[in-house]
T-cell receptor
Framework: SAVISQKPSRDICQRGTSLTIQCQVDSQVTMMFWYRQQPGQSLTLIATANQGSEATYESGFVIDKFPISRPNLTFSTLTVSNMSPEDSSIYLC?????????FGQGTRLTVV | AQSVTQLGSHVSVSEGALVLLRCNYSSSVPPYLFWYVQYPNQGLQLLLKYTSAATLVKGINGFEAEFKKSETSFHLTKPSAHMSDAAEYFCAVARFGNEKLTFGTGTRLTIIP
């Protein structure tokens, strides 16, 4: 299994500001995934973060808006930049191990 | 590319009745299929997974799902609904076990007392 800790668990931010979300895993993993869950919606993959290389972004997501760091095999950050109310969502970190994906509790972001 | 379609964004069943949540997949390769549950204000929890072994998969909390290649389906069932089953359920697909997941739109299950 894998235990994932995300911080912060929730935040209320002013539009135009940025928020960095941290994801810590209890053991080393090659790939970490960042998902977004907009209110009442399903999960959409933002990007895949590999240690030692640039993150791979899905269609509709760009590095300038969602920069990702992956400094080691147990840690990653996702920044939501220049926020607008449309960025209000739950952001989840995920890792996969032995054909199972594990998720953090998520960061509930409200932009006002 | 992989995709899943969940029929019915809302399903209501009476307590003690059969639960059936539908999921159809599209995949260019033999898929890995998953069902996750999300309780209010909580993260996602894996219910069960299909990884090309047995086609009938048993999961936690009495849930099971059957992989039917001919129908490209992976429907989730539970013989007798319990009030604690009220939650959002997501079907997901991946090309292989440790890859990114593609989620369906989710089904909100309501249990009627």
């Amino acid at each position: 299994s894998a235990v994932i800790s995300q911080k912060p668990s929730r935040d209320i931010c002013q539009r135009g500001t940025s928020l960095t979300i941290q994801c810590q895993v209890d053991s080393q993993v090659t790939m970490m995934f960042w998902y977004r869950q907009q209110p009442g919606q399903s999960l959409t993959l933002i990007a895949t973060a590999n240690q030692g290389s640039e993150a791979t972004y899905e269609s509709g997501f760009v590095i300038d808006k969602f920069p990702i760091s992956r400094p080691n095999l147990t840690f990653s950050t996702l920044t939501v930049s220049n926020m607008s109310p449309e960025d209000s969502s739950i952001y989840l970190c995920s890792v996969s191990r032995a054909t199972e994906a594990f998720f953090g509790q998520g960061t509930r972001l409200t932009v006002v | 590319a992989q995709s899943v379609t969940q029929l019915g964004s809302h399903v209501s069943v009476s307590e003690g009745a059969l639960v059936l949540l539908r999921c159809n997949y599209s995949s260019s390769v033999p898929p890995y299929l998953f069902w996750y549950v999300q309780y209010p204000n909580q993260g996602l929890q894996l219910l069960l997974k299909y990884t090309s072994a047995a086609t009938l998969v048993k999961g936690i909390n009495g849930f099971e799902a059957e992989f039917k290649k001919s129908e490209t389906s992976f429907h989730l069932t539970k013989p007798s609904a319990h009030m604690s089953d009220a939650a959002e359920y997501f079907c997901a697909v991946a090309r292989f076990g440790n890859e990114k997941l593609t989620f369906g739109t989710g089904t909100r299950l309501t249990i009627i007392p």
